[in-house]
């Protein structure tokens, strides 16, 4: 009991984990009231993903700072690729698309923005080394390419060529596993120094009471194995959801499920900006979206050929194209100099703002 009142003594927003069971009681009691599930499924997910992001900055500390982005990205990500997953067994392959889309601009604009957002308002100017951020900058444009390119081979023509953007999407999804594969190489092992920065000289006690290594991987599986629960009640009551509201599956996709799913990494690399640990919170909130483009995105397109009803392409709409170049192009602007400061988050989550009431303007 002890252990378990350590545990969530660290995890932001702990008590909303009540929302849980509240949400299993309610899926299963109340079937007539789809929206009221859906919305506490996305009450639980939060939690749960905070959680998740606790449980690998501890992780992250114990192997060490240079892994430590990537590590919170990594496992940080975990909620979109279930809740994909999940929408992807149901055939819901809008939704799926819609929430890969929003999970990249959210990371880019919304995260990366609160996190400078609330480390400028501690540091005047924060600086960060830029040769890493070009890279995961550059790796970001080669994703938005190859979404382009499938989308509008698919959009100019008729039902064969779609067909055939199908295939193309495999290729290409092969080639972005691998490129992905050999960023880790780069990132993690030959040219590791470049991302690691300087570790500031008050960063001592940071990361909390130490996690032993089984509480800390007991602590993922275990918030896993919920997040799949409540990601299945809530991909169950999504389409009924979006219609009592009047929304569109495009903006559920987009705004509230990768928000929702997003969680961990909000909060992770809000508290590491506001130590002054840039190069990890950078790490964090970009490696994420090149994570969710380069992997997430490719791994469920061959997902698709074995688990799905019918296979998923790398053809988006031309909103969620558009959407991505443009988040890429902003982010790239602002980060290139190597500093941010608090309006710079201003200016990231203002973008973000405005792309979110425009998909709310498309009609469902």
């Known amino acids: 009991m002890k252990t378990v009142r350590s545990v969530l003594a660290e995890a932001p927003l702990a008590w909303l984990l009540l929302a849980v069971p509240i949400a299993a009681w309610t899926h299963h009691a109340r079937p007539d009231s789809p929206l009221l599930v859906f919305l506490l499924a996305c009450v639980a997910i939060v939690p749960l993903a905070g959680l998740l992001g606790v449980a690998t900055e501890k992780l992250a500390a114990r192997l060490g700072e240079g892994i430590g982005g990537f590590l919170n990205a990594t496992l940080g990500n975990a909620a979109e690729l279930i809740i994909a997953l999940v929408a992807l067994r149901a055939g819901m392959l809008d939704v799926v698309k819609a929430s890969l889309t929003g999970s990249i601009i959210g990371n880019l604009l919304l995260v990366l923005g609160a996190a400078f957002l609330a480390g400028g ?89 130490s996690w032993p290594v089984s509480l800390t991987v007991g602590v993922m599986a275990a918030v896993t ?78 997902l698709s050929l074995f688990v799905a009803p019918e296979p998923l392409s790398l053809a988006f709409s031309g909103v969620e194209v558009f959407l991505v170049l443009a988040a890429t192009f902003v982010a790239a602007i602002l980060l290139l100099d190597g500093k941010s400061t608090w309006f710079t988050g201003v200016q990231l989550i203002a973008v973000y703002l405005v792309m979110a009431i425009t998909v709310f303007a498309i009609p469902a």
Do not use: C
Request: no cysteine.
């Open 225 to 302: 194995m919920m997040i799949v629960w409540m990601s299945e009640i809530l991909v169950a009551t999504v389409e009924h959801a979006s219609a009592a509201l009047g929304l569109s599956n495009l903006f559920v996709g987009i705004v509230v499920v990768a928000v929702v799913g997003n969680a961990a990494e909000h909060s992770t690399a809000v508290l590491v900006a506001m130590r002054n640990r840039m190069e990890m919170a950078i790490g964090i909130a970009i490696g994420s979206s090149t994570q969710i483009a380069l992997f997430v995105a490719p791994l469920l397109v061959l």
């Open 121 to 209: 308002l501690r540091y005047k100017v924060q600086s960060f080394a830029t040769i890493g951020v070009r890279t995961q900058i550059g790796m970001m444009a080669l994703a938005a390419i190859a979404i382009l390119v499938p989308s509008v081979f698919a959009a100019t023509g008729s039902g064969e060529m779609a067909s055939r953007s199908v295939t193309y999407s495999v290729v290409v999804s092969v080639i972005l596993l691998v490129v992905y594969a050999l960023s880790l190489l780069f990132l993690l092992r030959t040219h590791a120094d470049l991302f690691r920065g300087e570790e500031p000289a008050s960063d001592e006690g940071h990361h909390g009471t």
